[in-house]
T-cell receptor, first 112, second 114 residues
């Protein structure tokens, strides 16, 4: 079952612009994570934000979490062509289970 | 340190055959999870192994099975392959489970069933 849903499904921007992707989820969580996947390859862990955090930064990435709205956003500032990839949010479904549940992703295309 | 190694990278099998995929996690990681990725269904959780025991299982038929060895290496097996099993199979390694610190993924095995 899908826990997180990303929005938009696809996003096309010019190099240098900012890209914002959103994720909504259904049940309470302990943390929310963002991953990047280049075409046909494995996913790369970008950032983890815990349920008691509201904002987190890592380089050009900024993630926010609003547990009251059950939503998160990923902002990539000053995007580069190398940022072209699919981005997924993943949640732990709030339990002690070890697995994550992934959304279907946002496909980001950054044009040079 | 070495990453997560999945073998083989590509595989073509015929309907009805069986297949075994292998994953070597990061040294010291005790949790290995397997995911199936298809364009239609996205990333679907198959199962997780922790210290040689299956800890979680997704909603897949019994044709999908796995195991983990004492060195944490894991294999997954799909028997009686169907066309719909064509997918990218991803192995994810973590110290205690993806829920705590996140996963390190392998590059995947692309399985094509013809």
């Amino acid at each position: 079952s899908q826990q997180g849903e990303e929005d938009p499904q696809a996003l096309s921007i010019q190099e240098g612009e900012n890209a914002t992707m959103n994720c909504s989820y259904k049940t309470s969580i302990n943390n929310l994570q963002w991953y990047r996947q280049n075409s046909g390859r494995g996913l790369v862990h970008l950032i983890l934000i815990r349920s008691n955090e509201r904002e987190k930064h890592s380089g050009r990435l900024r993630v926010t979490l609003d547990t009251s709205k059950k939503s998160s956003s990923l902002l990539i500032t000053a995007s580069r062509a190398a940022d072209t990839a699919s981005y997924f949010c993943a949640t732990d479904a709030g339990g002690s289970q070890g697995n994550l549940i992934f959304g279907k992703g946002t496909k980001l295309s950054v044009k040079p | 340190k070495a990453g997560v190694t999945q073998t083989p990278r590509y595989l073509i099998k015929t309907r009805g055959q069986q297949v075994t995929l292998s994953c070597s996690p990061i040294s010291g990681h005790r949790s290995v999870s397997w995911y199936q990725q298809t364009p239609g269904q996205g990333l679907q959780f198959l199962f997780e192994y922790f210290s040689e025991t299956q800890r979680n299982k997704g909603n897949f038929p019994g044709r999908f099975s796995g195991r983990q060895f004492s060195n944490s290496r894991s294999e997954m097996n799909v028997s009686t392959l169907e066309l719909g099993d064509s997918a990218l199979y991803l192995c994810a390694s973590s110290p205690y489970g993806g829920h705590s610190y996140g996963y390190t993924f392998g590059s995947g095995t692309r399985l094509t069933v013809v």
